[in-house]
């Protein structure tokens, strides 16, 4: 931060550059004013009036608030005066015209000068100088872009006095109300909210009275919130269940009777495709839960998850049974019980389908609303089907390999009756 070029212990406060705006102000009122601007470590020639032919004296004075503090004073016919500190080594007076220029100014040489030349005539000039430095590179980043909800780009200067920061997006300049300044070298764009339309590049000016520097960043808007993403991979895994496990219902329906499995291959086919119903019901039913947590609560959902409750409840207990006890559901003789047990599985099939159907389609329109491309879940649903059939190709290779094994044995036997 520029200080005043009088030393601290002749102040009575920090100096500021907001205190050179009524510096400037009542240099402006009492009369000519000249303003200069230069960057650090560089050289500024402060010239003298204009309107004088003659130089018989000149007085150079730093100018502060109602202090006054003399740089030099020169008559004419004497030597050249001695310049006083902080200026000396690194000041040169001209006689000829009552300039001066300073060389490798700072910071603090920042400040309101004033030149008297003839001090009879009265003949002045003040000075109002800002040694500045040139600012640096903005540095722009955003927060979570998501469509539908409050975005943010920030332009942030690391060094160097801001005077003003514009910002444009692919080349056009915004409205100067779309940028509001949180302090002087920062900046935010506010996104309210943030929408397809805004994906583009964003690009932040920042300049002072020396010097500017531009940078730009490439802005997307994502359609899909990371808990919408979650609910989209739920999803596919649950339809991949429930498809793997429809699989497992139907092909012992489409066999013979004389080939239909039975026995202990029948118990861990009918354990495992329920099981996976289940299973396919709670991830379904998770997912329903999370995309109203996000979208807020919507008949099209509650009604689908109470008929997954149901079934997770039924093939819950029927999949323990099977595995645990399987003599009471062969004892069972009420019908409602056995067709309630014998429907909930496919039932729970196509309750699951049209769930996840529902919410993969709704996650596609939400994903259309930002300019990101869509989550790859082609990886997960392949290896989710391979995990999931696994169980039941070990069950069908069994049973086909039982089955030859019969085959064998009956020729076997018949041979020998012949």
């Known amino acids: ?11 009575p406060f920090p ?24 960057a650090v470590g560089s050289s500024v020639l402060l010239p003298g009036p204009d309107n004088v032919t003659h130089v018989f004296s000149v007085r150079w004075e730093h100018l502060n608030g109602t202090r006054s503090r ?31 220029l300073l060389e490798d100014v700072q910071e603090s040489d920042s400040g309101l000068y004033k030149v008297t030349v003839n001090v009879g005539d009265r003949e002045s000039l003040k000075i109002l100088l800002e040694v500045l430095k040139p600012v640096s590179r903005p540095r722009l980043w955003s927060s979570a872009l998501v469509a539908r909800a409050t975005g943010e780009v920030l332009c942030d200067v690391a060094e160097g006095r801001v005077d003003t920061i514009t910002w444009k997006k692919d080349g056009q300049p915004l409205p100067p109300d779309r940028g509001f300044h949180l302090s002087d070298s920062l900046s935010v764009l506010y996104l309210r909210p943030a929408k397809k339309s805004d994906c583009g590049s964003y690009s932040c000016n920042a300049s002072n009275g020396i010097s500017w520097q531009e940078n730009s960043l490439n802005v997307t808007i994502a359609g899909l919130s990371p808990p919408l993403k979650d609910v989209l991979r739920i999803a596919v895994v649950a339809v991949v269940f429930a498809a793997v496990s429809g699989w497992g219902l139907i092909f012992p329906v489409c066999q013979s009777e004389k080939l239909r499995i039975r026995g202990e291959l029948w118990r861990w086919l009918s354990a495992y495709t329920c099981g996976l119903v289940c299973v396919a ?7 329903g839960i999370l995309w109203m947590r ?12 109470i008929a997954l409750t149901y079934v997770i409840v039924v093939t819950f207990l029927v999949s323990t049974t099977v595995i645990f006890q399987p003599t009471k559901l062969i004892q069972l003789k009420s019908k409602t019980a056995q067709r309630t047990m014998g429907y909930a599985a496919p039932g729970g099939v196509v309750s699951v389908v049209l769930t996840t159907s529902f919410l993969i389609k709704n996650i596609h329109h939400r994903h259309e609303e930002g300019c990101t491309e869509f989550v790859d879940v082609t990886a997960l649903a392949v290896s989710t089907a391979a995990v999931s059939a696994l169980p039941l190709l070990a069950i069908f290779l069994c049973y086909h390999t039982t089955q030859g094994w019969l085959k064998e044995r009956d020729s076997s036997w018949a041979d020998k009756e012949r």
């Open 15 to 38: 100096c500021h550059p907001g205190l050179l705006v009524p510096l400037q102000q009542a240099a402006e009122a009492a009369g000519p004013l000249e303003r200069k601007a230069t």
């Open 1 to 11: 931060m520029p200080t005043c070029s009088i030393s601290p212990a002749h102040l």
């Open 281 to 287: 019901s709670v991830l379904a039913g998770t997912a």
């Open 70 to 100: 003399t740089i030099l004073q020169y008559y004419s016919g004497s030597h050249n005066p001695a310049i006083h500190a902080p200026y000396a080594g690194r000041a040169i007076f001209h006689p000829s015209n009552g300039s001066l």
């Open 294 to 305: 996000e979208e807020g609560p919507s008949i099209a959902i509650i009604l689908p998850e």
